[in-house]
């Protein structure tokens, strides 16, 4: 009984597992690590010095190349390495209290020392080192014509990023940024004090906090195709610190499947499954084959 079942399992996960990865082959993904590329070469023996010195320019503007056709929508996401925003400590310094009622503005902060208060008492909206370390990288986009050699920018939307939950519940229509890095240790990015959280859309994204230290976040959409061999000119606004802890910092363009984004490793894990399980079928009808059942061995039954 039991080896019918591991020839039944494993012809049910191995096609699985084929379709996964024929469905992840079909994103096409782009890739382009800048955080050294934008650094002067002056500076990449103190790339930390280069990043706090705020009258150093950072813009700086790379090139990439499509190496399939993209169809719209296309995701641009950033990617970090060495971030590990599952620490403990980092991950519960935040107030989800305050994050949806404004009355909990000062009453809820306890979790988020030390970006709780600035200097004269007052509460910082929103707390915590989660919303002080905010990403604030930005990106713009141009697509280079092959047969005239124009420019054309491209349209990055940032609405619709963040999840609708977050968005009608965990972020208060109601609640303001307040104090905001205002504090004598600045960490990313600024929120904009004349809209509400609820509308903070890359604030939203970067508060789900990732389990791994390699992470993407979502950073917009473009509504548009892009062709194969296709230039694009991105803008950086090279400004999120990542030199301090040695991290790496990409900027991710890629279509979506009927699974999201390009991961192979689901349908890997189906087809390692599928194959264990036919070769532990083939083992155990072998030692069947080898060792049979005798009249006693049926008796203990």
């Not at 039944?8 to 992840?24: E, N, T």
């Not at 030390?114 to 604030?136: D, H, K, Q, R, T």
């Not at 977050?166 to 205002?182: A, S, T, Y």
Request: with cysteine.
């Amino acid at each position: 009984m039991v080896i019918p079942v591991l020839i039944f399992v494993g012809l049910i996960c191995i096609p699985i597992g084929l379709a996964c990865i024929a469905a992840s082959n079909k994103v096409v993904e782009v890739v382009y690590r800048y955080d050294a590329k934008c650094v002067p070469p002056n500076m990449l023996h103190n790339k930390v010095a280069y990043i706090q010195n705020a009258s150093i320019d950072k813009t700086c503007t790379i090139i990439l190349k499509v190496p399939r056709d993209m169809k719209r929508p296309i995701f641009i996401y950033y990617q970090l390495d060495k971030f590990y925003q599952n620490h403990r400590r980092y991950a519960t310094s935040r107030s989800d209290a305050q994050l949806r009622d404004p009355k909990q503005a000062a009453a809820s902060t306890e979790l988020c020392k030390p970006e709780a208060y600035v200097a004269n008492g007052s509460p910082i909206v929103p707390c915590g080192l989660v919303a002080w370390s905010i990403f604030n990288d930005t990106y713009s986009f141009a697509r280079r014509r092959r047969r005239s050699g124009h420019t054309e920018a491209l349209t990055v939307i940032k609405s619709g990023i963040s999840w609708r939950s977050d968005r009608e519940h965990l972020f208060g229509k109601n609640v303001f940024p307040k104090n905001f890095q205002n504090g004598s240790l600045v960490g990313g990015g600024q929120l904009d004090p004349t809209k509400p959280l609820s509308e903070q859309e890359d604030l939203m994204v970067w508060m789900r906090t990732a389990a791994l230290p390699r992470f993407r976040k979502l950073y917009g959409r473009v509504e548009a195709d892009l062709g194969a061999g296709e230039l694009l000119a991105v803008a950086v606004r090279n400004s999120y610190n990542s030199y301090s802890f040695d991290g790496r910092k990409a900027v991710v363009l890629s279509t979506a499947g009927l699974l999201g984004g390009r991961n192979a490793f689901l349908g890997r894990a189906y087809v390692v499954t599928g194959v264990a399980c036919f070769a532990l079928a083939l083992i155990l009808t072998l030692l069947c084959l080898v060792f049979p059942m005798k009249e006693e061995h049926l008796h203990l039954r």
